[in-house]
Every structure is written in structure tokens, then in C-alpha cells.
């Protein structure tokens, strides 16, 4: 599975919410100012609702009530339990509470039971509640509200955490009433921001209240789970672990540990959520004793790892929690992982850290499938591989290294002394290659691939002689870390050394058979070869990795493997579009789509629909390919096909990582369909999915992204701009160019940075020509050049033929500015340069544009010299290219070809003083009109109505007389109003001109 962004088309190169509970016993009024904290008195009212009269008990509650009791005892409050309160006991207890709590400087309630939210309020339940109760629900209930506006009058803090939130314990379609004549309000799915915690600057300047926190176990209107039954809810299981760290460590940084505690032990059904408005930051100063030895390391570790998570953005969130999902490994582990790593070192492309999780998720199954294989009589050793076991269920994945290398210390002091008999030399071999093997899996999940290939190799060393599946194991693994090495690093030795590797496993099978195995592993080895490949500018060991692809395939068919066959599929198809990509031909690119098509049909949705996803936008990507070498692009409507139906599996909320890709991929298609047909509304829709695409794609989560969708975004308004002749849509597409240049430098990203040049170059180019600025046509003209110092023509063909052509375009423009004719022939020679590659056979799309570039210039090349072989040379140039480019297929070009073959014909005409060409030439203008209408192009309209004009002024000329000359003024007066309609009144003065000059020939007659 891959995700590739388009970044070039045809001529272009395209809350953690703010979490805080109640603790004791510090308040500051900024963190660099601890020494002046004071002790506080601090007073809590526990409650604990379990044994419901009327409505479904909860078992957890009085448990969760009882262990907050001692655990705020613990920390210094004086804190008082009570448990199964009906409405009248509670509401004694609460207003008992509020005046106890006079004098005291915080004052806390924690309350576990059941919990419903209606019009804004929220209630708790007593344990008397029945339905009858929702209709007089201010009396029945308790609001919460109202206690937390007494508390408030005389507590300078208060804190109250709502362990509530579980499912409604009323009838889904019941409804609460504050009192018997209020309106009816329906019961929400949760608890919600409860109204008495404002904002910080809502607050009153006079008020003396500190602040207000209110804690609930879900997020605004999500159910929470109460847990097993006899045992904690998940929100109380994690106070009671993590109040605990309150030592010197902020009380935010703490519950910031519970929020995301609760998120992984719930596998992310349940994330507590906070409404806070502390005017001082709240500190600890009493704690109960913390874990110590292994289980102090991994807390400690596993408390950092917390806060690490709160800090990710939702997008890679999800990129996480989808790599858990599909490859059923711990989620903790897998945080655990991106941990080990460093934040700052966390892949910045979501391309790259997809295949970070789901390479280290491939270690961690692994890892938990083969811990039977360590047996060992030693207990420390058992002991220290528990641990760690531990400690990566933990997401401890820095711990769990140091455990196992006290383990493989161990191993090492004993060594020697494992020589008694050969049993237990195999026995101890085999369990001293599990430590190593186990040491190596720890550092491939700290990303130390290095290190990780060297244990491996050790572990290989110890079991070869002695169980040949292990053998197998430890040197494929061997291989793997060498490859993950070479690929993080560049490093090509280590890439050489990884098929070395696994040449040697294919010497393990017997008489050389290729069985499954046997393609497994040089399935394996070609993926290595591949990745070689791709950075060397010749393509023999693409090759390779393409014919090893296919042989795997026709084992896998023999065996009737379909999951290795699509996988061994997809990667075949991967390397025949990188080679394709390379190559003028499109036969690599037809094979690609081809063998893509292939793996859809062992893909199949209702049972791998997000791999079936992933395909349907590989084929989009190979389709799009595939359709810059055709003359009308006839595949990229099912590019766009392909994308749509990708977007089907690949919501926004379930993959918006994966959705934005899909919609900046769909976003290409769609900007070279709409220049193609000429259709804004399809440009417009493009520039459309970048902005969405960027929502996700933001340059603080995602910069290598937000600089390709910025690229993506400058090519659509690019073409937004066709359709007017202003510069301000023109001037916002520079902008975009510039922005991805920023990330887009040429050090780091040449191919991006060469992509963005061009794509600038085409800017000037257009504003040059609206503004006749010579100053914008050199910089555009300075551009192409610059792209060319990347686009060399051995490695990149076709890109190097693409710089040629644009900067053809731009040099033509120059001579028109500039009026000077050798500006024409640097034209010309450019477009020539570019017909080196592009060929009418291969890429016949590309050669026709080029081929009406040349007639262009030829055209305007005879202005200066008068030559008559020039315009018939241009006349040739532009009907090749009409061979190629249809009305149907490319009505823009096809349009301006017809166009300059009429001007050319005219000045022939008037070259050689006959009027034989007139018919011809007035036939090309009049077939403009079908494309260039008043309605949708009133500018290019009017050109077409002057040149109509010229052709009956001639024809008056030639002995037409009067009725020529009037229908010559009228089609100048039509001339003269479209340029008004389009805002382009430049030519008008000239075109008044002419109808002076007609009205006095008419005149003279």
C-alpha cells in the first residue's frame, strides 16, 4: 500500500482540550514562582452511587468512591465518603459540604454514578430516581449548577470531577422538565460543559474566586464505561494511578497523563474532556509513595509517554490509531514507539509515517508471537524479560531496551560456563539467541535499526546450528533491520548487505525449490532492490526488482496465497510506474495500471476495505500517469473515478490523513481535466480539494504535505486564471509557489523544488504577457532554466522536454514585448529542443502543442522578416498539430490553432497582394466561435470578431466594394464591445482606428 502525491500535471508541475482536576496543596501564580507557594486547607465530598432503586445499578461506584476517599486523604484533604444517597440525603450532604467548606481554600467533589444532561443542565442521579423523577427534575435531581454557584461564594477554589457520564439510565425517548410547567427537554448522550466554568477573561475583575474546574470522564455528550464489574471505572482507575505524580509536576501536565491513560486503557472509545478557569497554576505538595524498581520505570516512562500523546495533533492521532486497528497491536506499544523515536524526529509527510507504523507494527506482532520461544532456567532472566514484556504493553519501549540489555548482560556473564552437556548447550544457545533477538526487536522499535541488524545477526549465529526455523527467523529479521537502516539513512552499504542476507535464507531450502518461501523471500529482497533503485538514475535494478516481483506471483497463484499475491502485485505495480515514470514509452505506465487492476480483484471491498482503498488510489495515480501521454488524456476521467471511490472508505472522520491525500491526488486530475475542456467549474472544484486537503494538511502537523498541496493549489488557480485577465488570481498562484519553496528547497527536495520553478516560471509568464512587462517575462524565462539544472535530460526526459517548450512560450511573448525578432528564433530553437523528446507516437499530446508553439512564432518571426516560407512553415506546424488536437478533446488549443492558421493565411495573403486565402482564413476564425463564445470568453471573442473584420476589409480591398467595408465596421464595433464586456480596453483605441480609416475608404468611393 502507498500513497503518492501528484505534484506535477501536463506543463506543470502540479484538543488535548484543556484538561484540569482537582489536587492539593499549591498554588502559583506562575511557574517560575514556587518559592512562594503556600499550603492550603483542602476539604472533599466523595459520593458513590451504586445500588439504584429504580433504574440500572452500576457496581463500580461505591469501589471508585472508597479509593478516591483514601487516595485524597492521602494527599492532605479532609475528605468525606458517602455512598447510595437518595435525593434528600444528597442534597443534605451537598449544602452540609458547602458550609463546611467556608474557611477552606479548596474545595472538591468527586462524584461516581449516574449522570444525564437536558437542556444545558446536568443532573446527578440518586439512587430513588425513577421516570416520574424527570418531570420535576430541579427537585427530584440534583443540578449541578446550583451547587457550584454556592461553592463558588465562598471557596476560592473549586474542583469537581464527574465520574457521570455513562449511558442514560432513562428511556431513550424520555424527557426532563426543570419543574412541572417548564418546557420538556430532551435526555443529551452525556454530560456537557457545565455553565458555572467561564472562560478566564469572562471573569469578573473583582471576583475573588480563583477559578473553577470541572472534570468529566467523556468528552461533551459521549457515554463513559464504568469498567468490570468489582473493579474501577476506567476515569477512576486512572486518578488514582496518576494524582500520585503530583510531586513538583504541575496539576495540568498531570490530568493531561489521565486524559490519554483513559484514552489507551479504553482503546480510544472514552477520552475525559475539562472545563477550567484556575487563575493559578495548582501543585502537590503531599503525595503517597510512588512505585519503585521495575514498576518505577516503566510508571515513570509510561507517564512522559502520556504527555507525548497529549500534545499530538487528531490527524497523526488517527494515523495511529488506524495502524493499531488493522495491524491488532497495543496502541500503547505503538505510541510507545513514535515516543522512542522523538517528537522532533516523528515524520513530518504522512507517506513516511504510515510506513513507520506499520513497519514497527509488523515488530511488535513479532515480538508478542514468539515470546514461547524464550525458555530459560535462569529466574533473573525470566525476570527481566517480564519486565520488558511489560513494559512495551506499557508503550515503555525505552525501559523495555534497558531490561533487555540487563538481560543480555546477564547472558553473557553465564556464557561460559553452558558447555555440561549438548542438550543444554542447545538449550542455552536457543534462549541466549531469544535475549538477543529480544534486545533486537527493542531497538528496531527505538528506531536503532543498526544495532537491532547486529543482535539478529548475533541470535542467527547461536541458533543455526540448531533449529532451523529460528535460523530462518533471526537472519530474515537480520535483513529487514538492514533494510529499514539503509532506507532511514541512505545508506547503501546496508542496503547490499540486506539482500546478502537474504540470499543466504534462499540457500536454506532444500534443492533450491521455489516454493512459498523460496518467493516470499525474494519478494523481500526486490522491495530492497527497488528501494536502490530509486536512487540511481539508471533503472537495471528497477528491472530486477520487476522480474522478481513476477516470478513471486506465479508461485503465489500455484500455492493460492491471495493476500502475498495482491501484496507481491502492488509492489509490481509500484516499480513499472517508477520506471515508467522515467520512459517516453507509455508501456510501463499501461503495465502498471494493468497489474493494479490485478490486485483490485484480490482486494475485494466488503473484506479489505481500506487496502481496497488504497489500491483505487494507486490506479488513480497510475491512470494519471498514464493519461499525460495521450493525446486527450482519455484516462484521466477514470483517475478521477478511482479517487472518487477511494473517498468512499477514506472519510475525513474515520482517515483524514489518508482523505486529504486522496483529495489533493483527485485535485490534479481535476485541474488538468478543466484546462483540458476548457470547464472553470471543474478548476474551481480542484482548487476546492487543495483548500480542504490543507485543512488537514496544515504546515505546523504536516509541512512536506502543506508545501505539496500550496504547489497543487497554485497550478488550479493557475488555470482559474485562463478565464479572466486580471493578475490578482494570477499574483495568489505565485504566492502558493512561493509558500512550497519554503519546505521545497533544493538540497531536500530537488524534484519538488525544480516542480515549484517551473510552475513559478509559467506565472511570470502569464503576467508578463497581461502586463507586457519584459522585467516578468525574463524571471519566468530565468525559472525554466533554473528547473532544467534538476531536469537533466538522461534522467528525466520528458520534464527536460517540458522546461523547453515553456520557456519556448515565454520567448515568444519576449519578442512580441520586446520587438525584437531574435527573441523568436531563441524560440524556436527551443521548441525544436523539445520535439527531441516529445514525440508524436509517445507522447502525441505533448508533440501537437509544441507543434502549434512553432507555428506561433513562425508566425510572428514573418512580421519582421516578410518572408512568405516562414508563414507557410507556420501554416504546416499548425495544421500537424490539429491532427492530434480536436475540437472534442482540447477545445482551447484547438481554437487558437484554427486561429493561427487564419492570421497566418491573411498575412500571407497580403504578403504576396491576393485574396486567394481570404476564404480559408475567414473559415478558421468563424470555427474559433464554437469555443471562444461572447458568453464564456467574451475577450477571445472580440480578437475573433477583429480578425473577421480585417478579412472583409481585404475583401473590399480586392474589389468587394461598400457592402465588404460595412460588414468589416460591424464586426469591429462587435470587436470593440467584447473587449468592453471582458475588461480589456487596450485594443479598442486601435480598433477605433480602423473604423476611421474603413468609414474613409467608403467615403472616397
Known amino acids: 500500500m502507498g500513497f503518492v502525491d501528484i505534484s506535477k500535471r501536463n506543463l506543470f508541475r502540479q484538543t488535548w482540550r484543556t484538561a484540569f482536576v482537582a489536587t492539593l496543596f499549591c498554588l502559583a501564580a506562575t511557574t517560575l514562582a514556587l518559592a512562594e507557594t503556600k499550603s492550603l486547607k483542602g476539604v472533599a465530598l466523595i459520593i458513590g452511587q451504586s445500588q439504584y432503586e429504580h433504574i440500572a445499578a452500576l457496581p463500580n461506584p461505591a469501589n471508585d468512591a472508597r479509593d478516591m476517599a483514601k487516595m485524597l486523604t492521602d494527599l492532605g484533604f479532609d475528605a468525606r465518603n458517602v455512598s447510595n444517597r437518595d435525593a434528600a440525603k444528597l442534597k443534605r450532604d451537598l449544602e452540609r459540604f458547602t458550609e463546611d467548606a467556608e474557611g477552606a481554600d479548596v474545595a472538591l467533589i468527586y462524584y461516581s454514578g449516574h449522570g444525564i444532561e437536558a437542556g444545558g443542565e446536568n443532573y446527578l442521579v440518586p439512587v430513588d430516581a425513577d421516570v416520574s423523577s424527570l418531570a420535576d427534575a430541579d427537585q427530584a435531581l440534583v443540578p449541578i449548577s446550583a451547587v457550584m454557584d454556592a461553592l463558588k461564594k465562598t471557596v476560592p477554589v473549586t474542583i469537581v470531577l464527574l465520574d457521570a457520564c455513562r449511558t442514560n439510565p432513562f428511556p431513550a425517548n424520555a424527557m426532563v422538565r426543570r419543574a412541572p410547567t417548564a418546557s420538556a427537554e430532551p435526555i443529551g448522550g452525556g454530560l456537557e460543559p457545565v455553565r458555572g466554568a467561564k472562560a478566564l477573561g469572562n471573569a469578573p475583575a473583582a471576583d475573588a474566586s480563583l477559578g473553577t474546574v470541572v472534570g468529566f470522564a467523556a468528552e461533551p455528550g459521549r457515554p463513559a464505561l464504568d469498567g468490570a464489574a468489582g473493579e474501577n471505572s476506567p476515569y477512576a482507575a486512572a486518578l488514582l494511578r496518576h494524582l500520585a505524580a503530583m510531586k513538583g509536576t504541575e496539576f495540568g501536565s498531570v490530568m493531561r497523563m489521565v486524559t490519554e491513560e483513559v484514552y489507551l486503557d479504553t482503546k480510544t472509545r472514552q477520552r475525559p474532556w475539562v472545563n477550567e478557569s484556575l487563575r493559578r497554576l495548582l501543585y502537590f505538595g503531599v503525595a503517597p509513595p510512588e512505585p519503585t524498581g521495575d514498576d518505577g520505570l516503566i510508571t515513570g516512562e509510561r507517564r512522559q509517554l502520556l504527555l507525548t500523546i497529549s500534545d499530538l495533533p487528531d490527524p497523526k492521532r488517527a494515523q495511529v490509531e488506524l495502524a493499531s486497528l488493522q495491524e491488532n497491536v497495543p496502541l500503547d506499544a505503538l505510541y510507545g514507539v513514535l515516543r522512542a523515536l522523538?517528537?522532533?524526529?516523528?515524520?513530518?509527510?504522512?507517506?513516511d509515517l504510515q510506513k513507520v507504523l506499520y513497519a514497527q507494527a509488523e515488530r511488535l506482532k513479532k515480538m508478542m508471537s514468539e515470546r514461547t520461544a524464550l525458555r530459560t532456567d535462569d529466574p533473573e532472566i525470566k525476570r527481566l524479560v517480564a519486565s520488558a514484556d511489560k513494559a512495551i504493553g506499557q508503550g515503555a519501549i525505552v525501559t523495555a531496551r534497558k531490561f533487555l540489555d540487563d538481560a543480555v548482560g546477564r547472558v553473557e556473564r553465564t556464557s561460559d560456563a553452558v558447555d555440561e552437556a549438548e542438550d543444554l548447550v542447545k538449550q542455552k544457545r536457543l534462549a541466549d539467541a531469544a535475549i538477543y533477538a529480544r534486545r533486537a526487536d527493542a531497538s528496531a522499535l527505538v528506531f536503532d535499526y543498526k544495532s537491532a541488524a547486529g543482535d539478529y545477526a548475533k541470535a542467527f549465529s547461536l541458533a543455526q546450528k540448531w533449529d532451523d526455523k529460528l535460523r530462518w527467523n533471526y537472519k530474515n529479521q537480520e535483513?529487514?533491520?538492514?533494510?529499514?537502516?539503509?532506507?532511514?539513512?541512505?545508506?547503501?552499504?546496508?542496503?547490499?548487505?540486506?539482500?546478502?542476507?537474504?540470499?543466504?535464507?534462499?540457500?536454506?531450502?532444500?534443492?533450491?525449490?521455489?516454493?512459498?518461501?523460496?518467493?516470499?523471500?525474494?519478494?523481500?529482497?526486490?522491495?530492497?532492490?527497488?528501494?536502490?533503485?530509486?536512487?540511481?538514475?539508471?533503472?537495471?535494478?528497477?528491472?530486477?526488482?520487476?522480474?522478481?516481483?513476477?516470478?513471486?506471483?506465479?508461485?503465489?497463484?500455484?500455492?493460492?496465497?491471495?493476500?502475498?499475491?495482491?501484496?507481491?502485485?502492488?509492489?509490481?505495480?509500484?516499480?513499472?510506474?517508477?520506471?515508467?515514470?522515467?520512459?517516453?514509452?507509455?508501456?510501463?505506465?499501461?503495465?502498471?495500471?494493468?497489474?493494479?487492476?490485478?490486485?483490485?480483484?484480490?482486494?475485494?471491498?466488503?473484506?479489505?476495505?481500506?487496502?481496497?482503498?488504497?489500491?483505487?488510489?494507486?490506479?488513480?495515480?497510475?491512470?494519471?500517469?498514464?493519461?499525460?501521454?495521450?493525446?486527450?488524456?482519455?484516462?484521466?476521467?477514470?483517475?478521477?473515478?478511482?479517487?472518487?471511490?477511494?473517498?468512499?472508505?477514506?472519510?475525513?472522520?474515520?482517515?483524514?490523513?489518508?482523505?486529504?491525500?486522496?483529495?489533493?491526488?483527485?485535485?490534479?486530475?481535476?485541474?488538468?481535466?478543466?484546462?483540458?475542456?476548457?470547464?472553470?467549474?471543474?478548476?474551481?472544484?480542484?482548487?476546492?480539494?487543495?483548500?480542504?486537503?490543507?485543512?488537514?494538511?496544515?504546515?505546523?502537523?504536516?509541512?512536506?504535505?502543506?508545501?505539496?498541496?500550496?504547489?497543487?493549489?497554485?497550478?488550479?488557480?493557475?488555470?482559474?486564471?485562463?478565464?479572466?485577465?486580471?493578475?490578482?488570481?494570477?499574483?495568489?498562484?505565485?504566492?502558493?509557489?512561493?509558500?512550497?519553496?519554503?519546505?521545497?528547497?533544493?538540497?531536500?527536495?530537488?524534484?519538488?523544488?525544480?516542480?515549484?520553478?517551473?510552475?513559478?516560471?509559467?506565472?511570470?509568464?502569464?503576467?508578463?504577457?497581461?502586463?507586457?512587462?519584459?522585467?516578468?517575462?525574463?524571471?519566468?524565462?530565468?525559472?525554466?532554466?533554473?528547473?532544467?539544472?534538476?531536469?537533466?535530460?538522461?534522467?528525466?526526459?520528458?520534464?527536460?522536454?517540458?522546461?523547453?517548450?515553456?520557456?519556448?512560450?515565454?520567448?515568444?511573448?519576449?519578442?512580441?514585448?520586446?520587438?525584437?525578432?531574435?527573441?523568436?528564433?531563441?524560440?524556436?530553437?527551443?521548441?525544436?529542443?523539445?520535439?527531441?523528446?516529445?514525440?508524436?507516437?509517445?507522447?502525441?499530446?505533448?508533440?501537437?502543442?509544441?507543434?502549434?508553439?512553432?507555428?506561433?512564432?513562425?508566425?510572428?518571426?514573418?512580421?519582421?522578416?516578410?518572408?512568405?516560407?516562414?508563414?507557410?512553415?507556420?501554416?504546416?506546424?499548425?495544421?500537424?498539430?490539429?491532427?492530434?488536437?480536436?475540437?472534442?478533446?482540447?477545445?482551447?488549443?484547438?481554437?487558437?490553432?484554427?486561429?493561427?492558421?487564419?492570421?497566418?493565411?491573411?498575412?500571407?495573403?497580403?504578403?504576396?497582394?491576393?485574396?486567394?486565402?481570404?476564404?480559408?482564413?475567414?473559415?478558421?476564425?468563424?470555427?474559433?466561435?464554437?469555443?471562444?463564445?461572447?458568453?464564456?470568453?467574451?475577450?477571445?471573442?472580440?480578437?475573433?470578431?477583429?480578425?473577421?473584420?480585417?478579412?472583409?476589409?481585404?475583401?473590399?480591398?480586392?474589389?468587394?466594394?461598400?457592402?465588404?467595408?460595412?460588414?468589416?465596421?460591424?464586426?469591429?464595433?462587435?470587436?470593440?464591445?467584447?473587449?468592453?464586456?471582458?475588461?480589456?480596453?487596450?485594443?479598442?483605441?486601435l480598433t477605433d482606428q480602423k473604423i476611421d480609416l474603413v468609414k474613409k475608404q467608403i467615403a472616397k468611393k
Not at 342 to 351: H, V, Y
Open 342 to 351: 522523538g517528537t522532533e524526529k516523528i515524520p513530518e509527510d504522512p507517506t
Open 479 to 989: 535483513a529487514e533491520a538492514l533494510n529499514a537502516y539503509g532506507y532511514a539513512t541512505g545508506d547503501l552499504d546496508a542496503l547490499q548487505h540486506s539482500i546478502e542476507a537474504f540470499r543466504v535464507i534462499l540457500n536454506f531450502i532444500p534443492n533450491g525449490e521455489q516454493n512459498r518461501d523460496w518467493a516470499i523471500t525474494r519478494n523481500n529482497m526486490a522491495v530492497v532492490l527497488q528501494t536502490i533503485g530509486e536512487r540511481e538514475t539508471e533503472t537495471a535494478r528497477l528491472e530486477e526488482a520487476a522480474r522478481i516481483f513476477r516470478d513471486s506471483l506465479v508461485v503465489f497463484d500455484r500455492v493460492k496465497d491471495d493476500l502475498n499475491w495482491a501484496a507481491a502485485q502492488n509492489n509490481l505495480a509500484n516499480v513499472l510506474l517508477k520506471i515508467g515514470e522515467r520512459e517516453s514509452d507509455p508501456k510501463r505506465l499501461n503495465e502498471a495500471v494493468a497489474a493494479m487492476r490485478a490486485t483490485l480483484e484480490k482486494r475485494p471491498r466488503d473484506k479489505v476495505p481500506l487496502d481496497w482503498a488504497s489500491s483505487q488510489n494507486n490506479l488513480g495515480l497510475a491512470l494519471y500517469a498514464l493519461s499525460e501521454r495521450e493525446p486527450a488524456g482519455e484516462h484521466l476521467g477514470q483517475a478521477e473515478a478511482a479517487y472518487r471511490l477511494a473517498l468512499e472508505e477514506y472519510t475525513r472522520e474515520k482517515a483524514p490523513v489518508e482523505w486529504a491525500m486522496v483529495e489533493n491526488n483527485l485535485g490534479n486530475t481535476l485541474v488538468t481535466l478543466g484546462i483540458q475542456l476548457n470547464d472553470k467549474a471543474k478548476i474551481n472544484e480542484a482548487a476546492d480539494a487543495f483548500r480542504a486537503a490543507l485543512e488537514v494538511r496544515t504546515r505546523e502537523t504536516f509541512p512536506v504535505s502543506w508545501a505539496t498541496s500550496r504547489l497543487n493549489l497554485g497550478n488550479a488557480l493557475s488555470g482559474v486564471a485562463r478565464f479572466d485577465m486580471g493578475t490578482g488570481t494570477l499574483e495568489e498562484a505565485a504566492e502558493a509557489y512561493d509558500d512550497a519553496l519554503t519546505v521545497f528547497t533544493r538540497q531536500r527536495f530537488p524534484m519538488d523544488w525544480a516542480s515549484a520553478q517551473n510552475n513559478l516560471g509559467s506565472i511570470y509568464q502569464t503576467l508578463g504577457q497581461r502586463t507586457r512587462d519584459a522585467a516578468k517575462l525574463e524571471q519566468s524565462a530565468a525559472a525554466f532554466q533554473a528547473a532544467r539544472q534538476v531536469y537533466v535530460r538522461r534522467k528525466f526526459p520528458l520534464d527536460w522536454a517540458m522546461s523547453y517548450y515553456n520557456l519556448g512560450n515565454t520567448l515568444q511573448l519576449l519578442g512580441g514585448v520586446t520587438d525584437k525578432p531574435e527573441h523568436y528564433s531563441q524560440a524556436v530553437d527551443a521548441y525544436r529542443d523539445a520535439l527531441r523528446e516529445y514525440k508524436r507516437e509517445t507522447n502525441p499530446r505533448q508533440w501537437a502543442l509544441t507543434q502549434a508553439g512553432i507555428g506561433s512564432t513562425l508566425h510572428w518571426l514573418s512580421m519582421s522578416n516578410a518572408d512568405p516560407k516562414t508563414l507557410q512553415d507556420s501554416i504546416a506546424a499548425r495544421r500537424a498539430a490539429l491532427e492530434i488536437l480536436t475540437m472534442k478533446t482540447a477545445p482551447v488549443d484547438w481554437a487558437n490553432a484554427q486561429n493561427g492558421i487564419g492570421m497566418s493565411l491573411l498575412n500571407l495573403g497580403n504578403i504576396q497582394r491576393t485574396g486567394k486565402y481570404l476564404d480559408d482564413a475567414e473559415a478558421a476564425f468563424t470555427a474559433t466561435l464554437k469555443v471562444f463564445t461572447r458568453e464564456s470568453q467574451p475577450m477571445q471573442w472580440a480578437f475573433e470578431q477583429n480578425n473577421l473584420g480585417d478579412i472583409h476589409w481585404n475583401r473590399a480591398g480586392y474589389g468587394g466594394g461598400k457592402p465588404e467595408y460595412l460588414k468589416a465596421i460591424e464586426f469591429f464595433e462587435n470587436a470593440k464591445q467584447g473587449f468592453t464586456e471582458a475588461g480589456y480596453t487596450m485594443p479598442i483605441p
